[in-house]
């Protein structure tokens, strides 16, 4: 290899790291208790259809700038609707996320003001809260089972259509 394609090859590694590292990745923390929180299980990430565990551009945009691709796609916020279902969220928040005994999620107010972001709704369903809720993120709930980011982002855009314009992705540059 020629001392060209050598310095070539760096050069463009290096912008590729740099790229990489110029924009910051969300920081989560917990409605609980403000600690930070990180996703690490591998199995917390991908199609669940799939349960192949490999991050769906979703999970990538969100995880990178807090953007919720999912909102405003209505074939995810379908799948979002089931999945609010599923995880038995209507029994605390109703069949329109707009509350019951638990608060309503669609704003304009929310329980939690960070709510009205989705990393603000993703942290607090993640771990849940210090007002009966539990965590509904995977490995959360109990080691091996509870909602994907994929799953969780879904849901959020399903609630999102819910509200009165509030798609979450307002704060996002």
Avoid at 135 to 142: E, I, L, T
Wanted: aromatic residues 10%; contains cysteine.
């Amino acid at each position: 290899m020629s001392i060209n394609k050598i310095v070539a090859s760096a050069l463009v590694g290096a912008a590729v790291s740099f790229a990489g590292f110029a924009q910051a990745d969300v920081v989560f923390t917990k409605t609980t208790d403000g600690t930070k929180f990180e996703i690490s299980d591998p199995k917390a990430f991908g199609d669940t259809k799939k349960k192949d565990n490999v991050k769906t551009a979703a999970e990538i945009e969100f995880l990178k700038t807090g953007k919720n691709i999912y909102v405003g796609d209505a074939k995810a916020e379908k799948r979002g609707k089931k999945r609010f279902g599923y995880w038995s969220c209507t029994q605390c928040h109703g069949p329109t996320a707009k509350g019951q005994v638990g608060p309503g999620l669609v704003g304009p107010t929310f329980k939690y003001p960070k709510d009205a972001t989705n990393v603000g709704m993703f942290e607090t369903i993640w771990f849940g809260t210090n007002g009966g809720m539990g965590g509904k993120g995977y490995g959360v709930m109990a080691p091996d089972d509870g909602m994907t980011v994929d799953e969780l982002l879904k849901t959020i855009a399903w609630v999102r259509t819910n509200g009165k314009g509030l798609t979450g992705n307002e704060e996002v540059k």
